[in-house]
């Protein structure tokens, strides 16, 4: 008696029914080793900031537009709540006395973008067109 024996790859009709994944899996690999090493050279900053310089024992320059957006929404020039207006007021007054004034925002981590780019954009309407985003460095 002839016995017939199928395998696991063919029946009895020579269709496949098991697909060999290894070619799939190698090229698979090879493209996230490609995609690994160029990701580090195609990223760049999204928001250019110019950041203010700090010289080596001396007092940093205080900056006369220093303000501040709190989680709320509240706003800060200088120490004092402040509404659009009195910035836009007090921009316009120190940008004419120095073209070249800096203005100094820091924002709390829990305030909207919308928020802070609003405030980007009311200074820099107002005259002030260098301003810094203030950060704090995280400990290593």
């Known amino acids: 008696m002839a016995s017939t024996t199928t395998t696991a790859s063919t029946r009895g009709s020579g ?3 098991a697909i060999n994944v290894t070619p799939l899996v190698d090229v698979m690999l090879v493209l996230l080793v490609i995609f690994m090493a ?35 929404g509240r706003i800060t020039l200088n120490g004092d709540d402040a509404s659009a207006e009195a910035i ?9 006395a120095r073209p070249d004034v800096q203005a100094t925002i820091a924002a709390d981590g829990g305030a909207y973008h919308r928020q802070v780019v609003a405030l ?12 810094a985003i203030q950060i704090e460095l995280a400990e290593d």
């Open 38 to 72: 160029t990701s580090n050279y195609i990223t760049h900053p999204a928001i250019e900031v110019d950041l203010p310089h700090a010289s080596d024992g001396s007092e940093p320059e205080r900056t006369p537009i220093a303000l501040v957006l709190h989680r709320g």
């Open 15 to 17: 269709q496949i029914t």
């Open 120 to 131: 980007v954009d009311l200074i820099k309407r107002n005259g002030v067109e260098h301003f």
């Open 88 to 96: 836009a007021a007090h921009c316009k007054q120190q940008s004419a």
